[in-house]
């Protein structure tokens, strides 16, 4: 029992000695591995995996195989270790970094990160060794954050006011650059007409966490405008496949007709509810 335990301990010691020579040694040929091309794209919290595999998913024995994953900062140039696992040692240099075990052992390195943060974007570097061989690769992690975005009409806060605004609030989005694009359809014309005046972008702002936020307010004089207007907001941004737009349709007349509709279904009701209530009481 105890020399089995010391046995295997000292084959496990063997392991690690054999791998941390071979991290010194430089790349032979032979062993090669895929990540998943040169930059990979993921969202703010996410959570990642950086792919780093053994083409052909090889069935390989646990004890010969050793993995190293560093990251390259944007801001802080200097190479640190995020993960390590060789012989008996498994390191998690980041909280929750994590290569799984079962999948090494099928030639799959691939580095796990849960809740992925801004400042975590930059170079990657995988260093597996399969004993005798090793092989690394390199790709990087850009994190983005996709805006929230809210299109509404300003409540005009003077009564009687020729004008009228429309806003277009992006939040919290990574990185900073960004395009806002006003367009309007209007009853007559219903194909896209891109506004290019009356329309101001605000100051970029900067949350705690890194992200931004902009607004852009398109001012309108409704009295000029057609009934039935839709404006249109068309945000382009990194972390968009494709532009995303949002519709606001500014009708007055409609606001009213509903208002209108609520209060002769009050007028009607109120009597029938007296009815009720006086036939309850009297009966
Ligand atoms: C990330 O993984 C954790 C468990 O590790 C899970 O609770 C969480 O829902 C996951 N988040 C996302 C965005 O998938
Ligand atoms: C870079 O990161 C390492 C490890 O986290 C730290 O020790 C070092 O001080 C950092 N350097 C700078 C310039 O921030
Ligand atoms: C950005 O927008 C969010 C959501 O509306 C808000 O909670 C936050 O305070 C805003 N940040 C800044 C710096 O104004
Ligand atoms: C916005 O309105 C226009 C015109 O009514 C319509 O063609 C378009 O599909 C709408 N887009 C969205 C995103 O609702």
Known sequence: M????????????????????????????GLEVDMAGMTQMVFLHDNVTITCKIPGSPRLDIDTVGIIWFVKN???????????????????????ATVPLL??????????????QLW????????????PDKAEGKIML?????????????????????????????????????????GKYTLKDSQFQEITEGHVTGPTLKNDDGTFNVSSYLTLKPSLED??????????????????????????EGAKDVHFAFLAFLVLLFPAAYALWRCVLYK
């Open 120 to 131: 975590e974007a930059g170079e990657y570097r995988c260093m597996l060794v399969v004993t």
């Open 74 to 96: 944007e801001l802080n140039k200097s190479e640190v270790k995020v993960f390590e696992f060789y012989g008996n040692h498994v390191e998690s240099f980041r909280p929750g």
């Open 227 to 252: 009934h039935g207007t839709t404006y249109q907001c068309v945000v382009l941004h990194r972390s968009l496949l494709v532009p995303k737009k949002l519709n606001v349709t500014l009708s007055e």
């Open 142 to 182: 850009e994190v983005v954050a996709y805006p929230t975005i809210r299109l509404f009409v300003k409540p005009s806060t003077v009564r009687n006011d020729e004008e009228e605004h429309i806003i277009c609030e992006l939040d919290g989005f990574y990185p900073e650059a960004f395009s806002i694009k006003w």
């Open 2 to 29: 105890a020399s089995s335990w010391v046995s295997e301990w000292q084959a496990g010691y063997m392991a690690s000695l054999v791998l941390v020579l071979l991290w010194c040694m430089p790349i032979a040929g």
């Open 103 to 116: 999948g090494l052992e099928s030639g799959d390195a691939s580095l796990h990160l849960p809740e992925v």
